[in-house]
């Protein structure tokens, strides 16, 4: 049997997520079929010998892991009026959730529509409080197993990860590939598209069952994931659900693997949409762009955001997670300056002042940390006159 090529291989991989969830006609692509195909190394241990799942359906919907749910989703949201509604017969309320779950006849409820500035205009879709108490409880037995199967260098939404981790991985390579900065380092930066809102449902069930044998689980997740769609049925999670942020480090995993053994990107880092890959060759860098564009289209349904892809040198500053970022120093990026200053003017409160200040130590920021303590001082004084 030949040795697949990239594109068999990327149908392949489209084949194998559908298999559970797809209709006939969307697994007849071609004359192509999974028998088609011989793979080894690492994507093929990937595809077929993933770690299953040992806990049941029952463990996510007992009283006790509901209770957890509870508790791990009460934490900041003690004085919202419709948590406080929820708390008031809390005992029925999720004994009622679990005869639901228990008996299949639990139904997602709907959501409510909001926007935010984050900077950038964001649509947030907010549960109910039951349904949220049982994302949470889902997230409790789903994390832990399938964090373990992330890649080291996927730093979103994960527990010891985060922007600042990343942002440190980025400089460790960075120092390294350029040989503490006498060689020079190139760096390709990619965005994804309307993140959420692409998320293929249906891929994503598939990825799901590839390490989910339980049907009770599935059958809860799809309930869950199918509760929602963006501009098209069968498209897209909402910001603002607890699984949404698990689901989609799920969904990108597949192509966090790829970069790895497929790729064989030695030097990557992926924050949520956001990432980038970097090394001393610009021609190797420029050669992984089709291909990475190629995977996440013809296996994931995602696009590259047009604007938003380049290889720069390290040299000329690299913007990566609201930094900029340089050989030998990183600031902060201009426009996350111009907001942080309106925000204090705005609202200059010491928390607020405080957490900015924290994120200023990671950078180099010593003339705005001083503009920051200025403008706070300046309203201090006018709001004690």
Known sequence: MPMVNRENFCIFCRLRCHALYASPKQLRIGKLSVDNFAMGGGLLYWLFMRIQLSHTFKDIISLDNLLRGWNGFLKGKRNKKDVQVFDRNLFDNLYDLHADLASHTYQHGAYKAFAIADPKPRNIHKATVRDRVLHHAIYL????????????????????????????????????????????????????????ASIDQNILLGILSLSIPDVDIMRLLKEIINSFHANEAGKGLPLGNLTSQLFVNIYMNEFDHYAKHGLHAKQYVRYADDFVLLSHDRAWLEKQIPKIEYFLNGVLCLNLHPDKVYIRSLVSGVDFLGWVNFPDHRVLRSATSRRMQKQIAENPKEETVQSYLGLLRHGNTERLTKDVLNLYGLFREKNSE
């Open 141 to 196: 037995i789903l994390y832990p197993f399938f964090d373990r199967t992330f890649v080291h260098y996927s730093y979103s939404c994960r527990k010891d990860k985060g922007t600042h981790k990343a942002i440190e991985q980025f400089k460790k390579y960075s120092t390294k590939l350029s040989n503490n900065n006498t060689k020079i380092c190139y760096v390709l930066k990619c965005d994804i598209r309307k993140f959420f």
